[in-house]
């Protein structure tokens, strides 16, 4: 982390300071958030809870009825603070509070047992918040509005991209076949084969792309068109249009990572987008 300027963060917060993320099991995955590690801290205790969902400007958290958080939280609406951990797979964890005050208190579904405790951040959370969550809505905007946006693949983009090799090992209908990757985007690619054609449209594909930092990632799609190559009868170019809901995030996150440096990002719009509202 700590890989952003000020001018950037201060994008990502004046962008998407309002746009609330749920913490899904996916999403959880993907910020590599470490739930058992988040806490609220008040009258100088600290009491483990659930966090449901936070944005850049405030935090649900589940605790239940019976904690000595509820006395605190709801009953005196002490001022409190939220302690956030993220692990990172090379470096130490990412651990920091952010300070809060309660803003609202409600039942949790139809639990009598159990509440969802609103806090209202008191001030622009740490750097660290905004570029995590910052950047993950960050992507989930350009994932949408962005889908079709072409890199081509040469020595510059994949040095920037951290791919290892651009000559990848790809299955078509569960056939290995050699290959070359072209370009990417975040919904799909196209490579480059030997062999005929028609005999890979509308085929199941898997793409495995290596990456430097952070390994093998694997893409599923399907051979959604073919093209030429000039003055090749040997060659042909495969286009493959991936599976929406089996992208791995780290992708979505890189590609968003590369174009976010070149060209001026979307604004946050009215778009919805799954597991993101406000």
Request: with cysteine; charged share 25%.
């Given at each position: ?70 006395s ?13 951990h ?114 890979i ?6 793409l ?70 406000g």
């Open positions: 982390m700590g890989i952003m300027t000020g001018q950037q963060l201060s994008r990502l917060y004046e962008l998407y300071n309002d746009k609330e993320v749920t913490f899904t099991k996916d999403v959880v995955a993907a910020l590599n958030l470490e739930p058992r590690q988040v806490f609220v801290k008040c009258a100088d205790a600290q009491w483990p809870c659930i966090i449901n969902s936070s944005s850049l400007s405030q935090a649900k958290i589940i605790i239940g009825v019976t904690s000595g958080a509820y605190y939280l709801v009953k005196e609406k002490a001022s409190v603070s939220l302690r956030f993220f692990l990172q797979p090379k470096d130490p964890p990412i651990s920091f509070f952010v300070n809060a005050k309660v803003a609202n208190v409600a039942p949790f579904g139809d639990s009598n047992e159990l509440v969802i405790v609103t806090l209202a951040f008191t001030q622009r959370p740490p750097d660290d918040l905004i570029e995590i969550i910052g950047a993950f809505i960050e992507t989930a905007v350009n994932f949408a509005s962005r889908k079709d946006e072409r890199i081509p693949v040469n020595p510059e983009t994949k040095r920037k991209l951290g791919l290892a090799r651009e000559e990848l090992a790809a299955q078509i209908q569960g056939v290995p076949r050699n290959c070359v990757l072209r370009d990417l985007c975040f919904g799909g690619a196209r490579i480059i084969l030997m062999g005929l054609q028609k005999f449209l509308d085929k199941e594909a898997l495995r792309l290596e990456f430097d930092d952070i390994g093998p990632l694997e893409l599923r799609g399907r051979v959604v068109g073919t093209e030429s190559v000039q003055d090749r009868r040997d060659i042909f170019v495969a286009v493959i249009r991936f599976d929406d809901g089996s992208i791995p995030m780290a992708f979505k996150m890189r590609l968003n990572s590369y174009i976010t440096t070149l060209k001026k990002p979307q604004g946050a719009g009215d778009s919805v987008i799954p597991g993101i509202t």
